[in-house]
């Protein structure tokens, strides 16, 4: 058994998450949290709400609400989409507790301390019209580099380089339209090039991860300049350093502040637990920690803070850089094992717009359509390497053919025949098993080190690819033996024997399916007679701050309870029911309700 730390990208807190967002961060990082507990690993899996920052302070303004007050509402309705997905974290918070303040604020101070955070004074965006400060992100032009016209003032979407706001040809405000002038302003940098061979030797260490990101990566090395960690702004983490965290203007860059939660959350969930050290077990480079492994997961656009900004941070905490220094009270801090970055997913061929209407939430999927039934989509279909087009037709397909055609069907029909004939779980005949029975279960053992090992290198498609081939094998098995046709008394043996067999590869294909369709898999485990929790569930709890601040929800679970990823024996003698459909058919209809929801 080993420590597994499943960090998960924190969904921004200024509104309600679409299915694209989930395809990225969510389904994929649940399957393998699943998996990896399921096959015996003590993993913790942690992300929250990402409240800070300039769009939640705008879209505040625009609401007459505060920031936090606008943070309070979102990080509920994430966290209840998320529940109703079915996502296991053991700590999912948000980032205005004081628990992650005191973590960030640690983290900045001994980088500081090691000489990796530096004051430099440099030019910064205001309105003309209101004098107020332009944060990076309000700031679109274009791209000096490649030439994008829609490129951001802080990093540009089509390159994926880092930029500055002045740097941008024809910068324009986002807010308001208007040409942004620019002062100087005091602020706080990371060293980044004073990082960079850290960086450098770290990457050339990293195997198996996708291509894409490894290489987009270390391209990113060659030109690493000082990134500026702080911002003109009200609402954020304060910065602690004498002369500064007093003061209302300044405050830490959000992003700096995000991927430390991945720590911060951690840090609190040991709290939580009972042991305020276990979090060690996952995070320390030396003693407890040292054989753990983390992966995170997010979009694509993400990469470079979890591939080059997180790793520095840690690095320049641990005195790793060129300046050497010294661990600060947290110690050393192990650095990721893998970044697990998907693509984008698209609707019906567009980018995923919220203000363009082309998008669909978390909730209303969920108030129309079965959770497992978007996981299946996510798994199945979904950007794991490619972008790909999430369209009503193809999920109505993969509804319809897949799931309900042919895992329900095969299902159905199985429990449905033995509780009909036998009224249980039917024993093998004492003649034994024929050359077709042990090939089927054969086939179905196999796929335990088969899809497990796909699942544990995130290449999830082939992973429920394989598992649905057992799926199909047993279909194949089925119609081939058509245990209907043997209607007299002697051959009743030879009907259970081959439904007893195709009842096994059942309970063992369940198991496959378990990471990926966890709501399904506890019905499955039911109709076969199962008692106790087969796919443990999160569970939404509100909590006290540790340290004084306001309440809020969390999601958590035990996860200690469920099904291990191993063939188990049925038993024959469970009492079998009249089984009830484990996924919906869909009507055809749908595709034009949903097409017509697009175009209003």
Request: charged share 25%; with cysteine.
């Amino acid at each position: 058994m080993s420590h597994v730390l499943a960090a998960v990208a924190w969904p921004y807190a200024n509104g309600p998450r679409h299915i694209g967002h989930v395809s990225g961060f969510g389904v994929p990082s649940d399957v393998f949290a699943r998996y990896m507990r399921m096959a015996g690993h003590d993993v913790l899996m942690v992300s929250g709400t990402d409240e800070h920052g300039t769009p939640i302070q705008v879209q505040a303004d625009a609401d007459g609400v505060t920031p936090r007050e606008l943070a309070d509402r979102y990080n509920r309705v994430i966290v209840e989409d998320l529940h109703g997905l079915g996502l296991s974290y053991d700590l999912f918070t948000r980032t205005t507790t004081r628990n992650h303040y005191a973590v960030v604020q640690e983290l900045f101070e001994g980088m500081y301390r090691n000489g990796y955070i530096v004051p430099k004074t440099t030019m910064g965006a205001i309105s003309p019209s209101t004098g107020r400060t332009l944060p990076d992100r309000y700031i679109e032009g274009t791209c000096p580099i490649c030439g994008y016209d829609s490129a951001r003032g802080d990093q540009c979407d089509n390159c994926g380089n880092q930029l500055d706001p002045i740097d941008l040809i024809d910068p324009k405000s986002r807010i308001n339209g208007e040409t942004p002038k620019f002062v100087e302003t005091e602020h706080f940098f990371l060293d980044l090039p004073a990082l960079a061979e850290v960086l450098r030797q770290w990457l050339d260490t990293r195997e198996g991860w996708r291509p894409n990101v490894l290489r987009f990566s270390r391209n990113l090395l060659d030109d690493l300049q000082p990134r500026a960690i702080t911002r003109d702004l009200e609402w954020g983490v304060p910065i602690p350093l004498d002369g500064w965290r007093d003061r209302p203007d300044k405050r830490i860059y959000v992003w700096f502040d995000a991927v430390i939660g991945y720590l911060s959350a951690s840090i609190e969930w040991a709290r939580r637990s009972g042991d305020p050290e276990a979090w060690r077990q996952y995070w320390s480079a030396d003693g407890a920690g040292k054989d753990s492994q983390s992966y995170y997961f997010m979009g694509k656009d993400n990469i470079v803070f979890h591939s080059v900004i997180w790793p520095a941070l840690l690095s320049g905490y641990s005195g790793e850089g060129s300046r050497d220094g010294a661990p600060g009270e947290l110690g050393r801090l192990n650095l990721p094992t893998e970044v697990v970055s998907s693509e984008y997913l698209t609707m019906e061929g567009r980018k995923f717009s919220s203000s363009r209407k082309v998008v669909i939430y978390v909730r209303d999927f969920l108030e129309r359509y079965d959770a497992d039934a978007l996981r299946y989509f996510i798994a199945a279909a979904g950007p794991e390497s490619n972008d790909t087009d999430f369209t009503w037709a193809e999920f109505l397909r993969r509804n319809n053919d897949e799931l309900v055609a042919g895992w329900g069907n095969l299902v159905n029909r199985c429990v449905s025949m033995a509780a009909k004939n036998f009224g249980e779980i039917p024993p093998v005949d004492p003649a034994g098993l024929t050359e077709a029975d042990e090939a089927l279960l054969a086939t179905s053992r196999a796929g335990f080190a088969t899809v497990g090992d796909l699942i544990g290198r995130h290449r999830q498609k082939q992973a429920i690819g394989e598992a649905m081939r057992v799926v199909a094998e047993a279909n194949r098995y089925l119609s081939e033996q058509a245990p209907w046709k043997l209607k007299g008394e002697a051959d009743k043996p030879r009907m259970g024997t081959i439904l007893h067999v195709a009842l096994q590869v059942i309970s063992d294909a369940n198991t496959l399916l378990t990471p990926f369709l966890p709501h399904s898999a506890q019905q499955v485990h039911e109709l076969l007679g199962g008692t106790g929790v087969h796919a443990p569930m999160p569970v939404i709890e509100q909590v006290d701050d540790l340290d004084g601040g306001p309440s809020y929800p969390v999601l958590t679970g035990d996860y200690t309870v469920g099904a291990r990823w191993e063939s188990v024996s049925i038993e024959a003698g469970r009492p079998l029911a009249a089984p009830k459909p484990v996924f919906r058919k869909l009507d055809p209809s749908i595709v034009d309700e949903e097409l017509a929801r697009l175009a209003d």
